[in-house]
């Protein structure tokens, strides 16, 4: 039987002991180099092949680009606009998704030497301003035919550029895989089987939910549905979660770096903003518009009324932009752009409308501030803790949890009776966080509570010590004094005059 061993022809081997070499070569350094050649000429063509793939994949999204740039300035041949206004209006139009606007990373190794690659945008802003610039050079008096024909010209170019780049990639794939090599080696056919144990669907429970305005009161109605009454300082307890949890909304609705560089942009510059959301498509998002919006009440608090119509300008531009669709930012800058577009109307509507809102409420503000200047902060009767005697303070003592002491059990489980919001302030040992709750309660429910403290042993009243000998003690000291001078002189004055 006759072998054919011609499949071990493609078989590329770097060490062969049975080379022949030069008797003035040694042989062991002639393998080691020829070695070296075959891994670095392997080592070149795969990385050109690398190369060549990625520039394709980039060359085939500008060509769609392109495309539809071309398609697009010919269906405004009839148009009364100015060659100029539709170039940039074909440009708006062929920018397509800004999520896809950012090319794919490239390999490791492939093109490095660029700090970041440019997104498709820019690509095509640079062709439109080269193509800009042969226009202006050529000085025709048809500027349309010459817009068409620049951007043919680099159509063209770029075909004629995708074509090389393939030819050039088919040849190094074609010699890349004329050779056999360790890296050819492939598991050919492999599979598993694991049987899972069938699992019962879940069955789903449908419960329906009755949604309120008012949260709050709701865990108001159940805390008393135990005994008939809220226990004391609940309501408080409750409306400082309340306010505690509202306050930390506040604090995250605020225009990150992105938004406040947006709405810098000048009004009707509406170029600039499509080439800045192209090249930071995350300045769409939702908590962009509520920042920009609350920066406009900021603002317009301030007395900055042009930087506050600003700011709602550009949130309600990312707000349409949003709400149009997969395409909402090429949809919406093409209405906004094209004149007479009944678009316009609406949009510049709804910034006015939402900015005199602003206006109102933030006039409205200002003198509920104002009244309450004028009035000197006077609320509602409250009760809060002070030190009479000068020299004396209020120290918070907390009963101990495991105690022996029958005294200091029940005052233990008068303390663990108290809601949590006046625990806390309890263990915090401060007055003025005890204070912060008893002005949130009623004046009966803050008495009882007080009361209780004072039952219970929770509240001592110990004289100051002060130390002398620092600038702080000799202050407080000289006050103390004066304090009992005055005291003093109005005493002598009352003996003196009983009337």
């Known amino acids: 039987m006759v072998l054919n061993y011609s499949k071990w022809d493609a078989l590329e081997v770097s060490d062969d002991s049975d080379i022949e070499v030069h008797p003035n070569v040694e042989k062991k350094s002639f393998i080691r180099a020829k070695q070296n050649q075959i891994h670095q000429a392997r080592f070149e063509r795969r990385h050109q092949i690398e190369t060549l793939r990625y520039e394709r994949v980039i060359n085939d999204g500008l060509l769609r680009r392109i495309d539809t740039l071309l398609n697009s300035l010919r269906s405004h041949e009839a148009s009364a606009q100015s060659p100029d206004e539709l170039m940039f209006q074909s440009l708006i139009e062929s920018a397509g998704d800004p999520t896809d606007d950012q090319p794919p990373n490239p390999p490791e190794g492939v093109h490095s030497h660029e700090k970041e690659q440019p997104t498709y945008s820019k690509m095509m802003g640079a062709l439109v301003d080269q193509v800009k610039k042969e226009v202006d050079e050529s000085k025709s008096e048809d500027r349309y035919k010459e817009y068409i024909k620049g951007v043919q010209g680099h159509q063209k170019k770029v075909r004629d550029l995708q074509k090389e780049l393939i030819m050039k990639l088919n040849e190094l794939e074609k010699e890349e895989g004329r050779k ?38 709701l865990k108001r ?67 962009e518009t509520d920042g920009l919006l609350v920066e406009a009440f900021s603002s317009q608090m301030a007395g900055k009324e042009e930087y506050a119509r600003q700011c709602v300008h550009q949130a309600l531009l990312l707000q349409y932009c949003r709400s149009l669709g997969h395409n909402g930012v090429g949809l919406f800058f093409k209405r906004i752009t094209t004149k007479g577009h009944n678009a316009q109307k609406v949009f510049y509507d709804d910034v006015n409308n939402t900015y005199t809102r602003i206006k109102i409420r933030a006039a409205e503000m200002a003198k509920e501030r104002a009244t309450e200047a004028a009035e000197g902060g ?48 309890l263990e915090s040992g401060s007055l003025d966080e005890v204070n912060k709750v008893l ?61």
């Open 221 to 287: 109605v159940v805390l008393s549905g135990n005994d008939g009454a809220i226990s004391s300082g609940a309501e408080a307890d409750i409306e400082e979660a309340a306010d505690e949890a509202s306050a930390k909304d506040e604090e995250h609705i605020e225009p990150t770096p992105l938004g406040k560089e947006f709405s810098k942009i000048k009004l009707g510059d509406y170029r600039t903003c499509l080439q800045y959301i192209s090249e930071h498509p995350a300045v769409v998002a939702e908590r």
């Open 180 to 217: 056999i090599t360790s890296d050819s080696i492939h598991i050919g056919f492999d599979s598993s089987f694991v049987s899972k144990s069938n699992k019962s669907p879940s069955s789903t429970k449908k419960a329906q939910t009755v949604e309120v305005l008012n949260p709050a009161a």
């Open 439 to 499: 002005g949130k309660m009623s004046v009966d429910e803050a008495e009882e509570v007080v009361g209780q403290l004072g039952e219970g042993g929770m509240l001592s009243l110990e004289e100051q010590i002060i130390d002398a000998t620092t600038e702080e003690g000799q202050a407080a000291l000289k006050e103390l004094e004066a304090q009992e001078k005055g005291k003093r002189k109005e005493h002598v004055d009352g003996i003196e005059d009983p009337a």
């Open 378 to 425: 006077a609320g509602v009767e409250q009760i809060q803790l002070h030190a009479v005697e000068p020299g004396t303070t209020i120290n918070i003592v907390i009963p101990q949890p495991k105690s022996q002491d029958e005294v200091e059990k029940k005052a233990r489980a008068t303390f663990e009776s108290f809601p949590p919001g006046l625990q806390r302030a």
